[in-house]
């Protein structure tokens, strides 16, 4: 091993903290990131522990590779029981507190117990302070970054990084995220709130540069990956424009999740939220990760209008668009972008506070929310200073907003059972992205099979399941698309007995087809699973810039032991059911492996994918296809005993 892995144990209740540094052969089976840190946290936490209690621990884990020359390596996870949806919290953030941390001699921090005041933690090499909090507490995320920054004398955060929570997460708000370094949040799943049941205000860590003792070996390895990432084409077009094409996609698939996914397409979507609309905000390149080989961090600048002034870091990323822009119905991109700012600040995945917002403004087009509960205020679709009100009453937990900060499936619970039908939530996590009525069917099924609930970021297969132009799926453009297919499948890092199972043979990539998905879901879960424990950014794979083999080399150089490409995607396969595993043991079950029923009794009102509507039997069916695929019981979905004996964990039989 080039580098032992150590992590850092931290008493809350009693201040203390200890050392550990992990025996190799768990770096071999398990990786560091959501790897190593899910394994561990299923064999310590008991079942059906209260997620704001302080039996919950925080894992904040990076990978062997976090903070090393392997390029994108300034990722780190953070893991715990989710206090929103009660399984698996599980997210991932970036920038260079993961890297810090490594210089500080450590890859890892797991948080237990509970202060009984407000505290901030010092991380120093060898050292770790407890210190008071108690006048950062109501700081937003920025400000007690630059406070802390004051009182440690590196006023702009240059030798200190610090990962903070905001208000959401000291009002519990469960959906609260942790931010890091302004614009790299771990957003989903509420571990700002768990923090913030912990009265931990902000992790600090203090470290200079300084080169790590690495072999040679690794470091060409790294040298040569870097080199395929720079000239893939895929991985330049993000880097530049980051995902602002989807923008325009969604509106040539009707795929827009439009008013809580009542419409896939939206009028005047392209003139105001298109993709040259949001190209045309573009300032520079500003926040990237550490050691990125790819960086996709491109500030938008508002030069005019109410929100003048305003600047965002990750301004090319859509999701945000489709968030508060087809969600909740904002037409002005400069007032999405202020949306964002805010959750940012306060501390809240977006992601699930416009999902909260979006269905508390359907319940009032339908009537079943009026002025008495929002003391007066319209919820209109599209209001961007009622949305901008409520985002705040949420972290305040005022009004509505209290009502509202449970997340969506508690406040139906909450406001009646006439609501349920409005709430547009996977395992209890607000679902992000694109109609799956019309959208990607590849990209869908993702969601309904994540861990972690409400979206399939823990496997967006980008490039595997996209044909850009979507017309090349027309008739008279049938031998273009053989041969854009056959080129992308030749190419593809891809093992051959899983490409002919997604594509066929002769091969076509089909977004709009479930034909191969659950293959095809499968293989970028275990992927993305063993990327994120190596603690890098799973970008490149998404683009299909790099597969097991690069992962493999890089893993095996920096252990130095020969790991394959297949034993590198059964760690992912490992890590994937481990976290299954976690699922069903909190009572999950296949029922849940399920999308909200709009999906299936609604069509689509509109737009180019006028008409369309999922088929219940259809998906029973490719779900059936995928628990096969897994070696999972199709009844319970659970991991069968062969399974858990192949992967090497029949322990937990
Ligand atoms: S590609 Fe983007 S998200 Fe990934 S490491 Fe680079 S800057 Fe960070």
């Known amino acids: 091993m080039s580098m032992p892995m150590r992590i850092a144990h931290i008493d809350l209740s009693r201040c203390r903290s200890e050392f550990e540094t992990l025996a190799p052969d768990l770096i071999r089976k398990w990786g560091g990131g959501s790897g190593l840190a899910s394994w561990l946290f299923y064999q310590e936490v008991a079942p059906n522990i209260d997620p704001l209690g302080p039996e919950n621990p925080v894992w904040i884990m990076g990978g062997p590779l976090t903070g090393t020359v392997a ?51 010092w991380v120093r090499p060898g050292q770790i302070e407890f210190k008071d909090a108690s006048h950062l507490w109501g700081k937003d995320t920025w400000e007690t970054a630059e406070t802390i920054g004051k009182e440690l004398n590196d006023h702009h955060c240059k030798r200190i990084k610090v990962m903070a929570i905001g208000p959401a997460g000291e009002n519990l708000v469960r959906f609260a995220c942790v931010v890091n370094e302004r614009y790299h949040t771990a957003a989903r799943g509420g571990a700002g709130a768990v923090l913030g049941s912990k009265k931990v205000k902000a992790i600090v860590v203090d470290a ?103 600047k965002i870091s990750s301004g090319t990323f859509v999701q945000v668009v489709l968030e508060f822009g087809a969600k909740c119905g904002i037409e002005s991109l400069p007032a999405i972008w202020r949306c964002k700012d805010l959750c940012h600040r306060l501390g809240m995945d977006y992601g699930s506070a416009s999902g909260a917002i979006s269905f508390a ?107 850009r132009p979507m017309s090349l799926l027309k008739p008279e453009n049938r031998s273009q698309w053989e041969a854009y297919s056959q080129n992308f499948v030749s190419n593809v890092d891809m093992f051959p ?105 609604e069509k689509l009102p509109d737009g180019p994918a006028e008409g369309s509507v999922v088929s219940k039997e259809t998906i029973e069916k490719v779900l059936d296809e995928y628990y096969e695929a897994r070696g999972w019981d199709r009844k319970t979905s659970g991991p069968t005993a062969v399974t858990l004996r192949r992967l090497g964990i029949e322990n937990l039989l």
């Open 361 to 467: 403004m359907e319940l009032f087009q339908r009537g079943l929310l009026d002025t008495r509960h929002t003391k007066g205020q319209k919820l209109r679709w599209g209001d961007e200073q009622a949305t901008l009100g409520l985002l705040a009453q949420i972290a305040y937990r005022q009004g509505l907003g209290n009502i509202l900060a449970e997340g969506t499936s508690r406040a139906s619970a909450f406001l009646g059972p006439a609501t349920a039908p409005y709430v547009m939530t996977i395992k209890g996590m607000e679902m992000i992205g694109q109609d799956v009525r019309a959208g990607r069917r590849g990209w869908s099924l993702g969601s309904l099979t994540s861990p972690r609930g409400g979206d399939n970021v823990r496997t967006t297969h980008m490039q595997g399941d996209t044909l």
């Open 208 to 310: 200079k540069e300084a080169p790590l003792q690495i072999s040679e070996a690794f470091q060409k390895t790294a040298r040569r990956v870097a080199q395929k990432i720079k000239k893939s084409v895929a991985c330049q077009n993000y880097s530049r424009f980051g995902s602002i094409g989807v923008s325009d996609l969604c509106t040539e698939m009707g795929d827009l999740p439009g008013r809580n996914f009542q419409t896939g397409a939206l009028e005047g979507w392209k003139e105001n939220r298109g993709t040259d609309r949001i190209r045309s905000f573009i300032s520079k390149p500003e926040g990237s990760c550490y050691h990125c080989a790819m960086p996709c961090f491109n500030s938008v600048e508002v030069k005019e209008g109410e929100y003048v002034g305003l």
């Open 497 to 601: 007995e899983i490409k002919e199972a997604i594509y066929g043979n002769p091969p076509l990539v089909d977004p709009l087809t479930y034909q191969g998905k659950a293959f095809l879901t499968k293989w970028f879960e275990d992927l993305f699973s063993g990327v994120n424990a190596l603690g890098l950014c799973t970008f490149p794979a998404d683009k299909c810039a790099l597969g097991p083999s690069d992962y493999a080399e890089l893993f095996s150089a920096f252990i130095g032991e020969e790991i394959s490409p297949r034993g590198f995607m059964e760690i992912g396969e490992r890590i994937f059911n481990i976290q299954k595993l976690y699922l069903i043991r909190e009572g999950m079950s296949r029922s849940d492996d399920i999308w909200p029923p709009r999906f299936f009794n």
């Open 71 to 121: 390029p994108c390596s300034g990722r780190i996870e953070v893991v715990t029981k989710s206090a929103l949806t009660g399984i698996l919290g599980l997210s991932n953030t970036g920038g260079h507190f993961g890297a810090r941390l490594k210089l500080a001699g450590l890859d890892g921090l797991v948080l237990r117990g509970a202060s009984d005041k407000p505290v901030y933690l």
